[in-house]
């Protein structure tokens, strides 16, 4: 199914994952809801827009400088999908939060326990909870994608770890609740590093990849039949056969 004058929301686009999800879906035809919680930050996707030559129809990008991660942000996105679109919604990349290394529990910052769990785990819940009803109204072969990490794997990975599981097992209710709808949820779960692509910059290790290639993978979930599952994109191979259609999704 073609993802022209599809609607799409990219949660972290200003990161290394959405932004790669963005330039996709551009190219795909798609207008992209980007929501970025400062201005620096679209600055940062447009940028990198830019820098590796998308074209696109400008009116195509929509950018919303938000806070995705409080119910007023969300609904801000919400408002867009309902006056723009007319509440029309097809795919949503949902990709928040950094990595934090951070000290054992008994000495962390309660503070920074709260960052790590609202970008990380917070966030996706609360625009789930605002937009979802847009998506499980379509017959456009609708996906929802949750981009997860290695991270719920290794104890060693403390606060980072620990909300990756949270959100790990808040796809996996999604994926319950909506069985039975058209809604495809899919977790993603990245193996590899991927960076945002800079001038003269190629990956130097086997297991880096470049954002722009890396954000193929959404366009072939969203244009695929996978629902439900757990997409490994661990290692580059994996990944490039999940881009090319090796892997069918
Ligand atoms: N990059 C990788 O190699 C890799 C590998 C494995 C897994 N992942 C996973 O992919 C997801 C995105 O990673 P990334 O590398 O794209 O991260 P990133 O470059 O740090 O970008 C994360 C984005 O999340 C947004 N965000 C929204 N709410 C936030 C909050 N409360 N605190 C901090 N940031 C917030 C930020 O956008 P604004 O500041 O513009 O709002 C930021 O651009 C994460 O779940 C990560 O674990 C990434």
Known sequence: MSLKNRVVLVLGASG???????RAFLLSGSHVIAPTRT????TKLVDFLARTQAIYEPDHLIPVVTDVGTPKGAEAVAKIVEERFEGKL????SSSGPWWQAPNFDAIDYSLYRKAMDANYETHFVVYNAVAKYLLK???NPSYTVVTGMAADNLGTGITGLSQLFLRSLTQHLIFQTASTPLRVNELRIGVRVDMDQPGVEPSQEWQMKSSEFGRVFERIAMGSV???VVEAVKVEQVRALVDGRTKL
Request: glycine share 20%; charged share 30%.
């Open 39 to 42: 201005p620096e930050g679209t």
């Open 16 to 22: 290394n994952i959405g932004a790669g999800a963005v």
């Open 138 to 140: 379509r017959d456009s």
């Open 90 to 93: 097809d795919h949503v990349v």
């Open 227 to 229: 629902k439900g599952e």
